[in-house]
């Protein structure tokens, strides 16, 4: 597939960028850029020499949400029938670390793609917010759920019913934020993390990104079933015998994935 909208570069070993390109419509997401993304994110999902990805939008905006102009006379049929969720949901399904470096606008499914990524570097300037119910509309790619489950109940209310909007430092305190860096040095602060990520052992840092999701859909006693079992199998894993005989033998490990 060719990118019309999306750009995807290397920028440190095992890290792959995905940049959201359709700066003059603030990275609206149209249809053709969903299918892109999706495509592009299971790509490097399967790309054995990715080991972190890092989505980024520009300085301005990291997505200021779906295509208004392209939704608004479609039926709710076609909403349901086009591979509109798809973007959304392959972010989502990544088994490789996802980090999301917003800056400027991420408002409605915008807000959403970050959400749905592991780790979210923010610029000064990030504003994020779910401006949805201005078109009449509710946050459909998780965007009440993934933030109702981050910030309870009524912060959630505020951000989905009237338009609420966080600056990076209120997303910092909130927990919706890991970092807030000077808008010149997000990204590199973003890359920089992916790198870091990037040379861990590969199977513990998938296991322990299934892990932690698991959390959000199970109760405790089942989450901590799951974990188990993922410790366990662990110890099936050559990376296993490496990390600790390394650390032994006062010596860095060397992962193979294996
Ligand atoms: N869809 C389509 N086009 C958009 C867009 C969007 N979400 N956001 C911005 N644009 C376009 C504008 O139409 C405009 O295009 P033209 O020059 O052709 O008119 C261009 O980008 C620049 O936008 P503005 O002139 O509005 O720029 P501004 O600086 O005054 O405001 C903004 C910037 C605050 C981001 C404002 O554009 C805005 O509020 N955008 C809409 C945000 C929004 O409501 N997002 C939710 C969408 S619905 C959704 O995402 C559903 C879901 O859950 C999946």
Redesign the pocket.
């Known amino acids: 597939m060719t990118y019309e909208y999306i750009l995807i570069e290397h920028p440190a070993p095992g890290v792959a960028l995905v940049r959201l390109n359709r700066p003059?419509?603030?990275n609206?997401?149209?249809l053709r850029l969903l299918q892109e993304l999706a495509h592009a994110f299971r790509t490097l999902d399967e790309d054995d020499d990715v080991r972190a990805i890092v989505l980024t939008g520009n300085d301005k905006?990291f997505a200021?949400?779906?295509?208004?102009?392209?939704?608004m006379d479609k039926t709710a049929v076609q909403m349901k029938n086009a591979p509109?969720?798809s973007g959304?949901d392959a972010v989502a399904l990544a088994k490789k670390p996802v980090i999301a470096a917003v800056s400027g606008?991420a408002?409605?499914?915008?807000a959403?793609l970050a959400w749905a990524c592991d780790i979210i570097i923010a610029s000064e300037t990030a504003v994020f917010g779910?401006?949805?119910i201005?078109?009449g509309?509710?946050?459909?790619?998780g965007?009440t759920q993934r933030l109702a489950r981050t910030l309870g109940k009524y912060l959630t209310m505020e951000i989905v019913l009237n338009d609420r909007r966080l600056t990076a430092a209120e997303a910092e305190r909130f927990g919706l934020v890991n970092h807030v860096f000077p808008v010149d040095t997000y990204l590199e602060e973003a890359i920089k993390m992916a790198a870091r990520l990037a040379s861990r052992a590969p199977l513990a840092l998938r296991f322990g990104k299934e892990a932690v999701l698991y959390a959000f859909n199970s109760t405790l006693d089942a989450g901590l079933q799951h974990e188990r079992l993922l410790f366990y199998t662990l110890f099936c894993t050559e990376d296993q015998k490496e990390g600790m005989h390394a650390f032994v033998e006062k010596r860095t490990p060397q992962w193979k994935g294996t």
Not at 107 to 110: E, V
């Open positions: 003059k419509q603030y609206a997401l149209n905006a200021a949400g779906a295509d208004i102009k392209e939704m509109f969720i959304w606008y408002l409605g499914g915008g959403e779910q401006p949805e201005n078109l509309i509710i946050p459909g790619a965007g």
